[in-house]
């Protein structure tokens, strides 16, 4: 259990960290920037308690706030992301896992389900955060296409990140 702890921690070090001081300086035209650090959300197990998920999205929606300089608008994307997640992994696994430590992955969930899970929740949380950047309907088109291209381009690096991440362990055998 300490071990998962710490490795979940180092991960949302990591990704936080790759994402300011990386990923946050690639614009494509000042239109579009991959958003990798809600690759933590994605790949925590998915028997994690309720409340445990949201106080970590909020944790990491709050740090890239205040490196973002942006006004929750990161918080309220993540948490709403996480509150989704449930749902999702319901709705794309069609099953119910009994492992709580059960992580998505392309193991687990196979190819296909995983990037209908990542699509759909990476699709969920760029609208929100996108449209609350935005916080008016008189730019609708250009914040979808701005959401779409953003959410295209974070899906790249996830699905690189998930692959990377989803390796068997070389180590015990």
Same mark, same amino acid.
């Given at each position: ?63 890239? +706030? ?5 006004? =929750? ?25 009994? +492992? ?11 190819? *296909?389900?995983?990037?209908? *899970? ?5 699709? %969920? ?18 914040? %979808? ?7 295209? %381009? ?8 998930? =692959?990377?991440? +989803?390796?068997? +362990?070389?180590?015990?055998?």
């Amino acid at each position: 259990m300490q071990k998962n702890v710490f490795k979940y921690s180092l991960l949302f070090l990591l990704l936080l960290v790759l994402q300011i001081v990386l990923l946050n300086n690639i614009r494509i035209s000042g239109y579009a920037y991959p958003q990798i650090y809600i690759l933590f959300i994605l790949i925590l197990p998915v028997g994690i308690a309720p409340w445990l998920l949201l106080v970590s999205a909020f944790a990491l929606g709050l740090v890239m +706030d205040m490196f973002s300089n942006s006004l =929750a608008i990161h918080t309220a994307a993540s948490v709403f992301m996480a509150f989704c997640r449930p749902g999702v992994i319901k709705m794309v696994a069609g099953k119910v896992f009994s +492992d709580d430590t059960y992580r998505p992955g392309f193991q687990s969930f196979g190819g *296909y389900s995983l990037f209908t *899970y990542v699509v759909f929740l990476v699709l %969920l949380h760029h609208l929100t955060l996108f449209f609350l950047e935005v916080f008016r309907f008189t730019e609708v088109l250009h914040t %979808l296409s701005r959401a779409l291209l953003s959410a295209s %381009l974070s899906v790249i690096f996830i699905m690189i990140g998930l =692959a990377l991440l +989803d390796r068997p +362990d070389t180590r015990s055998k």
